[in-house]
């Protein structure tokens, strides 16, 4: 098992930046496919990044692709997320997760085993 946990999140102006970070626990953390999800209020949960095992391969849904990085260190069991041009429509609570699926990748929730508690993310216009 793995344990997440966020940090990072906060109030931010429209164009701003905020790097998410997420601290995992256990030994095993390089096995995971890891991935950042968001909920707005009243919204389903929304697959925002995924990364490889080995941190070599990446994924974004086009609502964040060119504005958030995703990227892991498998020595310090963490995986940060980038965000960068900030609108207000990115307000929401962001988790991360990890995956045991095969594929390298993953994109879908029901793929991901673990899931942190979530850290909220207001941006103001």
């Known amino acids: 098992q793995v344990q997440l946990v966020e940090s990072g999140g906060g109030l931010v102006q429209a164009g701003g930046s905020l790097r998410l970070s997420c601290a995992a626990s256990g030994r095993t953390f390089s096995t995971y496919v890891m991935g950042w999800f968001r909920q707005a209020p009243g919204k389903e949960r929304e697959f925002l990044a995924t990364?490889?095992?080995?941190?070599?391969?990446?994924y974004y849904a086009d609502s964040v692709k060119d504005r958030f990085t995703i990227s892991r260190d498998n020595a310090k069991n963490t995986v940060t997320l980038q965000m960068n041009s900030l609108k207000p429509e990115d307000t929401a609570i962001y988790s991360c997760a990890a995956s045991s699926v095969r594929s390298s990748l993953a994109t879908i929730i029901k793929e991901y085993n673990y899931w942190g508690q979530g850290t909220q993310v207001t941006v103001s216009s």
């Open positions: 990364v490889s095992r080995r941190g070599l391969s990446t």
